[in-house]
């Protein structure tokens, strides 16, 4: 039998500071290029210190544990608001997440959640009638009246998303594709508007859209727009971008969210429900082949009648490229290890500021960009 820990190392004694232009729009190369060779220093001592740590638990917990054996290790570095990085001691989003397996065994450590399948083609009236049981197990605690506020909510955010959804797949135009949506709800009752929350650890439930091809290509939702984009940008960013020998790119996702007032946005909009879009690779060779929109990112507000968000689609796709970049130097330290105990799997996290650039995510902000690699 297989034993897993899933382990967060907690400590605040002992953290290195970033690059300064990792997580903030600096441009001060000299004085990063310094942080970055003493952060290289401090990463591979947190990874001898994990190694030895792991040699030394597997002796011990397969010596008490009889037909249980040690597989597998979760461990979080996570990016303090000015900079600072190391174990994750606080609650909040992991800017590093590696995942240690033997050689001889190469095992995922995944969560198990119930999953709700649906179709991106899928009629409205169909995807209400998978959901709504959901929402009436998540939401039997609360009073009937906050019930029928809290449902209503519900379906209205999720058939948002459904619509953003359809007609957004481009399978002979870029090379990265949308491949479903994400969407996990959890019985914390902290948000204020739904009383759902984004993945913490206590999730329940998990919807998950199938991105099916459509004949109709055309998007003309103001929200398929904002899809169509983010395939045209992490398409446009990555066409020449080259993974580190050692490890491959399994998944690309872009955190997606509803703010208050309806609208769909990057992750840095605070709303009341997050999910995820996940992106894969469709093609190796040749170049984008779909004609590129001028237009940047905005939303307007439909009822007030005015502008609600705007950056500049050339800044998200330098910084696209950029976090891709930092991941691959994450890759290089990672594959030097020389020990029994390997890291498998690894994912970055990236948050995105009002005026789009992009860096490594903070304990406090939502992941825009993920980017996760195996071996």
């Not at 009073?143 to 029928?148: A, I, L, Q, S, V």
Request: aromatic share 10%.
């Amino acid at each position: 039998m297989k034993f897993i820990i899933m382990a967060i190392f907690m400590t605040c004694a002992s953290a290195q500071q970033l690059p300064s232009n990792w997580f903030e729009e600096i441009n001060d190369n000299q004085k990063s290029n310094n942080e970055l060779s003493q952060l290289e220093g401090y990463l591979e001592r947190i990874l001898k210190i994990q190694e030895t740590v792991l040699i030394q638990s597997e002796k011990t917990i397969n010596k008490g544990l009889g037909e249980w054996k040690l597989s597998g290790q979760k461990t979080d570095l996570a990016v303090s608001k000015s900079g600072l990085f190391g174990f994750s001691a606080v609650k909040g989003t992991s800017a590093v997440e590696l995942s240690w397996s033997k050689k001889s065994n190469k095992s995922d450590i995944e969560q198990e959640e119930e999953i709700i399948e649906l179709n991106s083609e899928m009629d409205e009236r169909d995807v209400l009638e998978l959901v709504r049981p959901v929402y009436k197990v998540l939401l039997k605690n609360i009073n009937k009246r906050e019930h029928r506020h809290r449902s209503k909510n519900f379906e209205d955010h999720v058939l948002r998303y459904h619509r953003a959804l359809k007609q957004v797949s481009t399978l002979e135009e870029t090379q990265y594709v949308a491949d479903k949506f994400r969407l996990d709800m959890s019985v914390s009752y902290s948000s204020p508007l739904l009383g759902l929350s984004r993945l913490s650890g206590d999730t329940r439930v998990r919807l998950e859209w199938k991105i099916t091809p459509s004949k109709n290509k055309s998007a003309e939702d103001e929200d398929q727009k904002v899809v169509r984009k983010i395939l045209e940008d992490v398409s446009t960013a990555l066409e020449k971008v080259e993974v580190q020998d050692g490890y491959k790119l399994k998944k690309i996702s872009i955190g997606l969210g509803l703010s208050k007032k309806n609208l769909l946005s990057f992750s840095k909009v605070k709303g009341s429900i997050m999910g995820h879009l996940f992106l894969k690779k469709v093609s190796s060779k040749g170049k984008n082949s779909f004609k590129f929109s001028d237009e940047d990112y905005q939303w307007n507000d439909s009822q007030e009648n005015k502008l609600f968000g705007l950056f500049k689609r050339s800044k998200f796709r330098k910084g696209i490229e950029r976090s891709f970049k930092m991941t691959n130097w994450f890759s290089k330290q990672f594959k030097q290890q020389d020990s029994d105990w390997v890291i498998n799997k690894f994912k970055t996290s990236f948050s995105i500021s009002y005026s789009g650039f992009l860096g490594l995510a903070n304990t406090s902000s939502n992941s825009a960009v993920s980017f996760e690699f195996s071996k």
